[in-house]
């Protein structure tokens, strides 16, 4: 089972079209621990009908502050609630859950891939491991829904595309990365973000053999392994297997999942 602990919101803020920032203060919770690509499962308050907790990747943690921030855009009755809800307001959230983001020592170049709200969460990989060459491609549908792109800052390299060009190049975040896959062939790729955009990332990558991870946003129930609404395909020894993205996730290798 889950282990709710209370948080209470210091801001909630819109901070793109439809995309909000919500920080928590959360001193109950085993940030200490925080893994990049771990995820807050919080519950939305003052709407019992809400049982579920929704899954947010979290973007920043302070263990010292005890804070977490998580981003999310508005898709449908939870994420509408909770753009909602006022500073203050106690919620009930697990924080931080999952398996995270691993970089070994040996990952020296690292390409950090993020489509839309999957952006989110990889900027926490920056702050646990930050002695690595880093370059982003971010990838937005447009200006209006742009967000954290100016916190990529130590990167050596922040590729922007959107789809309609009001940010960065027009088109699409694989186009900036097979371009630069030409000079550079990183130790390991870090990804979140819309199936379509990991298909195109896997077909890039996988001829190359480079090493790859997703966090995969599957849609979640219940969150501790018991409804298996969560599951995504992946490679198993005969064939296709399945594996439940609340407790085995959300990070997988990109070749492992079928997307
Ligand atoms: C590991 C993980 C990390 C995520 N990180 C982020 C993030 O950083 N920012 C962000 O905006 N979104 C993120 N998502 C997606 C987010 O959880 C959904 O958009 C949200 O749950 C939708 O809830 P809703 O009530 O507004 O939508 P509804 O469609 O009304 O939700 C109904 C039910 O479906 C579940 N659900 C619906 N869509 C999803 C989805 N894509 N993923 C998981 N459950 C879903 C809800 O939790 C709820 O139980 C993440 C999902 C996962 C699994
Ligand atoms: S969300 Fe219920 S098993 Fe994963």
Redesign the pocket.
């Known amino acids: 089972m889950l282990k709710y602990v209370t948080a209470k919101i210091k801001s909630n803020e819109k901070i793109a079209s439809g995309?909000y920032r919500m920080e928590l203060y959360c001193p109950d919770a085993d940030l200490e621990h925080f893994i990049p690509g771990q995820?807050a499962h919080v519950k939305?308050p003052d709407h019992p009908e809400?049982l579920?907790?929704?899954?947010?990747?979290l973007?920043a943690v302070d263990a010292k502050k005890q804070t977490a921030v998580?981003?999310?855009?508005?898709?449908?009755?939870?994420?509408?609630?909770?753009s909602k809800v006022n500073e203050g307001t106690v919620v009930e959230s697990v924080i931080p859950v999952?398996r995270g983001f691993n970089l070994k020592v040996s990952d020296k170049t690292v390409f950090l891939v993020g489509g839309g709200?999957?952006i989110?969460?990889l900027l926490t990989v920056i702050k646990k491991w930050p002695d690595r060459h880093y370059e982003a491609f971010l990838g937005y549908r447009g200006e209006e829904f742009a967000y954290c792109h100016n916190d990529f800052g130590a990167c050596e390299a922040i590729n922007i595309a959107s789809d309609d060009g009001t940010i960065g190049i027009k088109g699409l975040v694989t186009a900036p990365i097979e371009q630069r896959l030409k000079e550079l062939v990183p130790d390991v790729v870090l990804s979140c973000g819309p199936p379509p955009m990991l298909r195109a990332l896997k077909a890039l990558l996988e001829p190359l053999g480079v090493e790859a991870q997703v966090?995969?946003?599957?849609?979640?129930?219940c969150g501790f392994g018991a409804c298996a609404?969560?599951v995504c395909g992946v490679r198993g020894e005969d064939g296709l297997d399945y594996k439940k993205?609340?407790v085995e996730?959300?990070v997988f290798d990109l070749y492992e999942v079928a997307l």
């Open positions: 995309i995820f939305v809400l579920l907790g929704r899954p947010i990747s973007n998580i981003i999310y855009q508005i898709k449908g009755k939870g994420t509408t609630a909770l999952g709200v999957g989110a969460p966090s995969m946003e599957q849609r979640m129930g609404t969560c993205v609340c996730g959300p």
